[in-house]
Nanobody, 115 residues
Framework: QVQLVESGGGLVQAGESLRLSCVAS????????MTWHRHAPGKGREYVAA???????NIDDSVKGRFTISRGDAKNTMYLRIDSLKPEDSAVYYC?????????WGQGTQVIVSS
């Protein structure tokens, strides 16, 4: 079993930046790919970005250029930096981790962007 905890969300103004964090535990767990998804009110859950243990990244075209995904030195941590925030970025952001061929998800961290 892997537990994931996201943090870093909050209420921000449009144009500002934010960095979301995700920590997987136990630290000894072998985590493969990690990913960020988001769920905005009235919309389905959507993929945002992913990163492998080798730091290969993929960013969805809809947010490319503003979103940066990275992994910490401790492979159980992951970050999502969001620049030039827009009101449409308002959503609950979820962290996912692939462990033993199974996906685990956190409870999410909410981002609200005011115009």
């Amino acid at each position: 079993q892997v537990q994931l905890v996201e943090s870093g969300g909050g209420l921000v103004q449009a144009g500002e930046s934010l960095r979301l964090s995700c920590v997987a535990s136990p630290r000894s767990a072998s985590i493969n790919t990690m990913t960020w998804h988001r769920h905005a009110p009235g919309k389905g859950r959507e993929y945002v970005a992913a990163i492998t243990t080798d730091a290969l990244t993929n960013i969805d075209d809809s947010v490319k250029g503003r979103f940066t995904i990275s992994r910490g030195d401790a492979k159980n941590t992951m970050y999502l930096r969001i620049d030039s925030l827009k009101p449409e970025d308002s959503a609950v952001y979820y962290c996912g981790a692939l462990h033993n061929d199974r996906w685990f998800w956190g409870q999410g961290t909410q981002v609200i962007v005011s115009s």
